[in-house]
């Protein structure tokens, strides 16, 4: 209830009676529950000193129960004194005990905490284990306390690795569970945690809501550590809002209170949230005294994120006073501690989202460099800002391509595999029974919300076993983490002499452009971010938009301000060399072969880059060295072409020879549109795609032997068939279909495949980016003749998250992707071409896919880039 003194009253009087009877189990409880009372009042050290006078007396009496509470007791102290190591001591020590007693309250409760003790230490995905151990064991006794509790420290992990939505839906479950049990401790940690996430979010008023409603819940129950914790974020909150005074009275309100208890992580946090304010103010030395007294309090109870958080601090606040050594000291420790975090989270989803709240880091370091740079020409550091750009960029794919060679499922327990196998048949099943509700006249709202919320559930549950799969592998743990390439590296293994690397940076004060060669290096500024966007967007707004796309004026007029940033700096040197784009944020959606150099004051502007550049885009140069390394010793294919094409969409298809109901007819049609918000946003309908079939039909009549193709029309376009492992002896693999991006979840992106089979029943179509990942493939060349297939969720520092890396994983070389919605008939024509060039001509694709895009800008119907610049070549050029 909150009162800690009268509880200590009571407590007091029972000790000595239970002396007086020798009852030493007693006398053990008695002292355990006065040590808790003391370490919730902050004492630490008293607590100790009871805890370690009730563990001799248990294990005396052979209380194995009593024994496993205290130890857990002891460790909850060293955890909370930054002892982490000391508390998984004591931890480990309970965990048998609770077992061999059966007590699975208490088990889960010590597994919870462990995975506290990890979280802190910055390794989530441990952290995660322990939790996903702890919640069943609460759920099977019932403990739903402890289910509060463990459900609101997965939403705090998922917090801190960047995934908001998902934190909010476990606190969202913790809440009514601690209400229901009258735990208003948990209630107001999870009150405040839910204001945490609503900051983030940037809606301050909402934060502040549920900041509000925890604040008397923690003074009511007497918990000076959560009071600290929500006095400070409520101080966070308010310097946001740029009310800095008001900020600085709620931290003064937190430091003592968090320094009353010994929470340091928490005196930590404020500190340095003192030493922003003051930074903000422009009072840069008393900053970082306040950052300064906040490092070692981190670092001593092994709070690494909040270390990291204060060295870059420190490092803004010395590189505005003009010491820039000293920052660059700062920001490499930070970046060099959120490597190693990185580095401890298994799951590639979790890694990215956790590598794309750190990205700041990157930004101010390479910006950093960069004006050392300028004061310093010679010392390399434009090289340093390259290769910092490098690592901040693509990492989990570089992974990802690097664990695609190793088959870490050699050497999985028999178990794990058979729970991804049924994992897999269980989405195939709630897809089928998705169409099969959808097929009835009397489903209902809920029945459809209900399958949803099972298929999250589900593809959760698979990137779980992935991860699980990861951690237990041997051939994975064996793997070395892939560098990123160094300058030198790039020159050497990447570039040839008729290619220029243009990578791009952008950032929120200034952006950076470096144009690499096989042996030289050119570092341009750019403006920052916000023009940068504004110009691309009006660009692509240009040639996309059917009001402007066909007046050339409109496409020339957007041009040239977008230009002028991006290319105008580096045009001397382009030559007519290959251009290799790694772009950054809104350039991963531009069209850089519809762009011309600025300048030219004819009548008609200069050409577009296709016509002096062939152009591939890259995630990241180092991308293609992993890609190369994982393709030199494999088996080549012995086909040519494997071709899906013109597949059945729609129950009136004249290609059905069963007439189909109404409702089976809404069930085909409606299948996939329900996936995502954005499939309607860009009014996606599934209508054949007729040109598709005369596209197949043109490509297939220019191999020279008819045996080395297998063209999949009509039905045969199926999901049956792209998932087949024949799939793995063709050289090229193309799907010309319907594609859909889904930029919010980006796992549900896919191709669409036939949606019914001879007989007019709905099939499971959809080709997801987590089947895709599952394919086995040797392709040289995998061809997306779909809609936005480029297209996917752009996750700072790593950029599209969509099919291409799918396709990657499988095992192709390059993928052609496009851009936006295409033109059906456009396209056709295109990829004719794009085909003639390397089947014909013996072009590699990515000189067929420029010589198609040539052929295109010479004819009149075509002649916008709307037509052919969608399509764009990522991977090997070679």
Same mark, same amino acid.
């Given at each position: ?7 200590l ?7 000595p ?32 000193? +009871?805890?370690?006078?009730s ?48 007590d699975?309250?208490?088990?889960a409760?010590?597994?919870? *905490? ?5 979280? /802190? ?30 459900l ?14 998902? !934190? ?29 996430? +609503? ?20 003074? /009511?129950?007497?918990?000076?550590t ?22 600085l ?18 005196? /930590? !946090?404020?500190?340095n ?16 005294? +306040? ?5 070692p ?10 270390e ?11 590189r ?9 000291t ?15 989270v298994?799951?590639p ?18 910006d ?15 090289t ?8 901040s ?19 999985i327990a ?5 729970r ?8 195939? /099943? ?46 994975y ?48 500024e ?10 691309a967007?009006?660009?692509?707004d ?14 020339a ?21 290959r ?8 350039? *991963?959606?531009?069209?850089?072969? !519809? ?7 004819g ?17 990241s ?8 390394? *994982? ?11 494997a071709i ?17 109901t ?37 490509i297939?009549k220019?191999?020279?032997? !008819?045996?080395?193709s ?18 793995s002896?063709?050289?090229i ?15 549900l ?6 949606l ?16 895709i990942?599952?394919l ?6 995998v061809?997306?003749s ?7 969720q ?14 990657? +994983? ?36 990515a000189?067929?896919?420029r ?28």
């Open positions: 209830l909150g009162e800690k003194q009268k509880a009253e009571y407590y007091n009087q029972s000790l009676l239970t002396r007086a009877v020798g009852d030493r189990d007693g006398e053990a409880t008695t002292l355990n529950n006065i040590g808790i009372i003391y370490s919730d009042l902050g004492e630490k050290q008293k607590a100790l000193e +009871y805890y370690n006078q563990l001799p007396l248990s294990r005396a009496v052979g209380s194995r129960d009593g024994e496993a509470t205290t130890l857990n007791n002891i460790g909850i102290v060293y955890s909370e004194l930054g002892e982490k190591q000391k508390a998984l001591e004591y931890f480990s020590q309970s965990l048998p005990l609770s077992r061999a007693v059966g699975r309250a208490k088990e409760l010590t597994l919870n *905490n462990i995975g506290t003790v990890y979280s /802190a230490l910055g390794e989530k995905q441990k952290a995660l284990e322990y939790y996903s151990q702890s919640l069943p064991l609460f759920r099977a006794v019932g403990d739903r306390r402890g289910e509060a509790l463990t609101n420290n997965i939403g705090g992990l998922y917090d801190n690795l960047g995934e908001k939505q998902k !934190a909010l839906e476990y606190y969202s479950q913790s809440l009514p569970l601690s209400r229901a049990v009258g735990d208003r401790s948990i209630e107001a940690t999870t009150l405040n945690n839910i204001g945490n996430v +609503y900051s983030v979010l940037g809606e301050k008023q909402k934060a502040l809501e549920y900041y509000s409603q925890s604040l008397p819940l923690t003074r /009511a129950v007497g918990d000076r959560i009071e600290a914790t929500t006095l400070n974020n409520i101080g966070l909150v308010y310097d946001n809002l740029g009310e800095k005074q008001k900020a009275e709620y931290y003064s309100q937190s430091l003592p209170l968090s320094r009353a208890v010994g929470a340091r992580s928490i005196e /930590a !946090a404020t500190l949230n003192i030493g922003l304010v003051y930074d903000n103010l422009g009072e840069k030395q008393k900053a970082l005294e +306040y950052f300064s007294q906040s490092l309090l981190s670092r001593a109870v092994g709070d690494r994120s909040q990291a958080v204060t060295l870059y601090n420190m490092a803004f606040a010395k505005d006073r003009g010491n820039l050594t000293e920052a660059l700062d920001i490499e420790a930070s970046i060099k501690i959120i490597e190693n975090l990185r580095t401890k298994a799951s989803e979790l890694r990215t989202s956790y590598f794309a709240t750190v990205q700041n880091y990157y930004q101010f370091y390479i950093l460099l960069m004006q050392l740079h300028k004061t310093q020409p010679k010392s390399g550091y434009d340093k800002a390259f290769e910092a750009s490098e690592r960029r693509a990492r989990s794919l570089l992974e990802l391509l690097l664990e695609s060679n190793a088959d870490i499922r050699q050497g028999p178990e794990l595999l058979e991804e196998r049924n994992l897999q048949q269980q989405l195939d /099943a709630i897809e089928k029974r998705r169409i099969e509700v959808l097929s009835r006249p009397d489903r209902t709202p809920a029945q459809k919300t209900e399958l949803e919320q099972q298929r999250q559930t589900l593809i959760a549950q698979y990137q779980d076993i992935q991860t699980q799969i990861r951690t237990t592998s041997p051939r743990a064996a793997i070395t983490q892939p560098q990123p390439l160094t300058l030198a590296q790039i020159q050497q293994q990447i570039l040839d002499e008729n290619t220029i690397l243009l990578q791009y940076s952008l950032g929120q004060d200034r952006s950076y452009l470096w144009a690499v060669t096989k042996t030289s290096i050119s570092t341009y750019l403006p920052k971010t916000a023009d940068i966007e504004k110009a967007r009006n660009f692509r240009a040639v996309t938009n059917p009001l402007h796309r066909n007046i050339p004026n409109k496409v007029e957007s041009n040239n301000p977008l230009s002028q940033i991006i290319l105008q700096p580096v045009a001397a040197q382009l030559a007519h060399k251009l290799v784009i790694v772009g950054d944020g809104i350039l *991963n959606y531009l069209p850089f072969a !519809a762009l011309s150099l600025p300048g030219n004051s009548k008609n502007g200069n050409p577009p880059l296709i016509v002096d550049h062939e152009i591939v885009q890259l995630p140069a180092s991308t293609l060295g992993i890609l190369r390394q *994982n393709y030199n010793d494999r088996q080549p294919p012995n086909r040519t072409l899906l094409a013109d597949p059945v969409f729609s129950a009136d298809d004249e290609r059905l020879k069963t007439p189909t109404t409702t089976n007819r809404e069930a085909i049609e409606s299948v996939n549109l329900g996936l995502s918000r954005s499939s309607r946003d860009n009014d996606i309908q599934w209508s054949r795609l007729k040109f598709t079939r005369q596209e197949a039909d043109r297939i220019m191999l020279v032997t !008819a045996n080395s297998t063209p999949s029309f009509d039905f045969e376009a199926s999901r049956a068939t792209a998932t087949n492992p024949n799939l002896q063709y050289k693999v193309h799907f010309a279909t319907h594609g859909l991006a889904n930029s919010v979840h980006p796992e992106s896919g191709i669409i495949l036939s019914v089979d001879k007989n007019g029943k709905p099939l499971n179509g959809f080709l997801r980016l987590t089947d990942f599952n086995k493939l040797a392709a040289d060349l061809v997306l779909a809609c936005q297939t480029g297209l996917g752009n996750v700072q520092g790593e950029g599209i998250v969509g099919l291409t890396r799918g396709f990657m +994983y499988a095992g192709a070389k390059r993928v052609v992707v496009s851009l936006w919605s295409v033109d059906d008939e456009g396209t056709a024509t295109f990829m004719e071409s794009f085909y003639q060039g390397m089947l014909q001509k013996g072009l590699t694709p000189a067929a896919l010589a198609a895009q040539l052929e295109m800008l010479q004819q009149e119907q075509w002649h916008s880039p709307y037509y052919w610049a969608a399509f764009t070549l990522q991977g090997e050029w070679r």
